[in-house]
């Protein structure tokens, strides 16, 4: 696989790339980023997560066994 890197200036919202020998007939995945987080190595920013409230810490209680199947084996019928 041959992999291609290069740095444009947008020019009215568009980008030309000239593809070498090889690349023009065949599928591409372009990826587009601000070369500013590509050379100072910062990672992209991700979306903040979300916390529940600690009013909530302690109200949830399991009363079944999640290991245990739902039904018992001789409902089904499918095994005889």
Not at 72 to 79: F, G, L
Request: proline share 12%.
């Amino acid at each position: 696989m041959e992999a291609m890197r290069l740095f444009a200036e947008p020019i009215n919202h568009q980008l030309v790339i000239d593809l070498p020998p090889g690349l023009e007939r065949c599928r591409l995945e372009i990826i587009v980023m601000p070369a500013a987080s590509v050379d100072q190595n910062v990672a992209p920013v991700l979306p903040r997560r979300r916390k529940p409230s600690p009013l909530l810490a302690g109200t949830v209680q399991l009363k079944d066994n999640l290991i245990d199947p739902a039904v018992p084996e001789t409902d089904w019928d499918a095994v005889k």
